[in-house]
């Protein structure tokens, strides 16, 4: 066994125990907690793949802004204890689950094609520089079409907020 | 392979020394520079076997034990599983935060080059914001977990405005990562010891004056003090967030809050002040615009560079313990008006203003 696979071993195994805290906690702050642990140790991931710059951008973005805003709603709403759900939230939930688990198929069963092993890790590989080349060359419109989308998002929020009162 | 390693945990330690120590001495600063400002005699009480003369020493040494040894106190209903990680959770950031700021330029000892910085992340400034983003969780969690209306009251405020100013900090920073063209920090010091028209040291400051005010502001209110510190604000809601802490976690917060202090200072002496570079001082000595060169040692140089930069951060340190007990506390919504309303147009305006520079140029 090698190093690199001993150390994913370790972050794979601590981001599943921390995702399954995250469904089975019946706690919202600490299901909260666990999710934060669980999108920081998938950040270290992918640094362990010479990913640095994604792996920034996952601890800035999902585990020290979108995690803060869940955190300030659970706590300006304050669930002491979430009520127990309901039937068909179980069947709805589990046919969710079951559509997820066959998309997984083809990858568990290697039909996807080849799974890449270790990429080309130049210095270049997943610098800003390269990320930034393909973002606004190649990408360009999607990119700038998902901006107009969170743009129209927060619009609609103030929308939504301005109406209530 | 055993030096390298050897060589990076000793810078490793001497960053995590410097800070923690410089955090312990600010504590003493703080309350001394209060007393100077408020015109009045502050911390002597501490003396050692009589011994009161070196304040500063008996200071650092008596806060500590009195704070470690007192009663560490969870509140009955908190919740004792968060409310014990949050004081790491507020400590951790500003500690790793420093690593990727370079305290001097290349060290030589015999063959082997040392880069004076711990990390050297490609992606530099992005870290710093990413690890600045998770101090919000310090908080946040200590807040809830300690079940108290005043600490969660100070940990929403101190959520809405960390979040609120961590936007307008990293904007305003934009200008400057335009200016130099990359996220490294190193990179972004070595460029400043350019000089301007032959005789004007090519500081960020020059070229970015408004993101300085900008950055300098966010950073201030994103270390929580006055005017921003709302969050503990002691005559509206006891002590906010940490009401509830006492002890040795208490303590990390606290020291915590110093250590921000430092990284700040830190960083707005990277970006805006030319890091470690020392006017007209080069690799091998002071070349002067008026022609004269005086050359020296290499470690005198080194010696230099790390000496500006400690006096460089020291003196950020100073300005904000002087702008803490200089100013009155802002009201909630001044300060949301003037985080969303002023300081994100203006940084996005100095963005703009800055392309077209660039471009026109």
Not at chain 1, 103 to 108: C, D, G, H, N, T
Not at chain 2, 140 to 152: P, Q, T, Y
Not at chain 2, 330 to 347: E, H, I, N, S, T
Request: glycine share 8%; proline share 5%.
């Amino acid at each position: 066994m090698t190093t690199p696979m001993i150390f994913f071993l370790i972050l794979a195994g601590l981001s599943v125990a921390f995702s399954l805290l995250v469904v089975f906690q019946r706690n919202v702050v600490h299901s909260a907690m666990a999710l934060v642990a669980t999108l920081f140790l998938i950040a270290v991931l992918f640094l362990t793949l010479d990913a640095v710059m994604v792996g920034i951008l996952q601890i800035l973005v999902y585990a020290g802004a979108i995690m803060v805003l869940f955190l300030f709603v659970i706590m300006l709403l304050n669930p002491e204890v979430l009520e127990g759900r309901s039937v068909v939230w179980w069947v709805l939930g589990s046919l969710a689950a079951l559509l997820l688990l066959f998309e997984f198929v083809p990858l568990l069963t290697g039909t996807a094609g080849p799974v890449s092993g270790p990429g080309p890790a130049d210095g270049s590989f997943g610098s800003p520089e390269m990320l930034a080349q393909s973002l606004f060359s190649d990408f360009v419109l999607p990119f700038e079409v998902a901006s107009v989308l969170l743009l129209v998002a927060i619009i609609g929020a103030v929308v939504l907020a301005k109406r209530e009162s | 392979m055993m030096i390298d390693l050897g060589i990076i945990a000793a810078k490793a330690l001497l960053v995590l020394f410097m800070v923690l120590n410089l955090a312990g001495i600010l504590g003493w600063i703080e309350r001394k520079g209060s007393a100077l400002i408020q015109d009045r005699i502050g911390a002597n009480r501490a003396s050692i076997f009589g011994f009161a003369g070196m304040g500063l020493v008996n200071t650092l040494i008596a806060d500590p034990i009195k704070l470690l040894t007192k009663e560490d106190f969870i509140p009955p209903k908190g919740d004792r599983l968060l409310h014990t990680l949050a004081p790491c959770m507020a400590f951790f950031p500003p500690l790793v935060t420093f690593a990727v700021i370079p305290f001097g330029d290349v060290l030589m000892l015999g063959e082997r080059a040392i880069n004076l910085q711990v990390a050297n992340l490609n992606v530099g400034i992005l870290y710093i914001f990413s690890m600045a983003s998770l101090s919000v969780y310090g908080i946040v969690i200590g807040a809830w977990a300690s079940n108290n209306k005043f600490s969660l009251l100070g940990g929403v405020r101190g959520s809405a405005q960390m979040i609120s100013y961590e936007i307008a900090m990293g904007l305003s920073v934009m200008g400057i990562l335009m200016v130099y063209g990359t996220l490294e920090l190193q990179e972004i010091a070595r460029a400043q010891g350019e000089l301007l028209w032959s005789w004007l040291p090519a500081w960020g400051i020059f070229f970015q004056p408004v993101a300085f005010l900008l950055f300098f502001t966010a950073a201030v209110a994103e270390t929580k003090r006055i005017p921003f510190d709302l969050p503990e604000a002691e005559s509206e809601i006891v002590a906010g967030y940490h009401v509830e802490y006492s002890g040795g976690k208490f303590l990390m917060f606290f020291a915590g809050e110093f250590a921000e202090i430092v990284t700040a200072s830190g960083l707005i002496t990277t970006l805006f002040f030319g890091g470690w570079q020392v006017p007209f001082l080069m690799r091998d000595g002071f070349h002067f615009p008026w022609g004269a060169t005086l050359f020296l040692p290499h470690l005198a140089v080194v010696l230099l560079q790390v000496g500006a930069f400690t006096v460089k951060v020291l003196f950020f340190c100073w300005l904000q313990i002087l702008l803490r007990w200089s100013l009155p506390r802002f009201r909630y919504d001044q300060v949301m008006r003037l985080g969303w309303k002023m300081l994100l147009p203006l940084a996005l305006l100095n963005v703009m203003a800055t392309a077209i520079l660039i471009i026109a140029w």
